[in-house]
Nanobody, 121 residues
Framework: QVQLVESGGGSVQAGGSLRLSCAAS????????MGWYRQAPGKQRELVAA???????NYADSVKGRFTISRDNAKNTVYLQMNSLKPEDTAVYYC???????????????WGQGTQVTVSS
């Protein structure tokens, strides 16, 4: 079993910044990828940013130039630095990890509980 613990969400004014963190723990052999998704009311959950081992980061067009994803592999942690926030960034943000389970060596996907980000104008 793997658990993802998120932190850093909150409320900010337009133009402000937030930094989200997500730490994975449990029966982990390795982590193949970690990323962030978001879901606004009435909309589909969408990829915000992801970092797969051995590949460059992937970003949604709407956040390119404003958000930066990074990983600390030693801590099994992924971060999302969000700058120049806009009201349309308001959503629940979810951490996701593709984890190779230690005893079975199977890849399993895990989701965090979600953290609310609210941007006011």
């Amino acid at each position: 079993q793997v658990q993802l613990v998120e932190s850093g969400g909150g409320s900010v004014q337009a133009g402000g910044s937030l930094r989200l963190s997500c730490a994975a723990s449990g029966s982990i052999f390795r982590i193949n990828s970690m990323g962030w998704y978001r879901q606004a009311p009435g909309k589909q959950r969408e990829l915000v940013a992801a970092k797969t081992t051995g590949a460059i980061p992937n970003y949604a067009d709407s956040v390119k130039g404003r958000f930066t994803i990074s990983r600390d592999n030693a801590k099994n942690t992924v971060y999302l630095q969000m700058n120049s926030l806009k009201p349309e960034d308001t959503a629940v943000y979810y951490c996701k990890a593709a984890v190779v389970d230690a005893p079975t060596r199977r890849e399993l996907h895990y989701w965090g509980q979600g953290t609310q980000v609210t941007v006011s104008s």
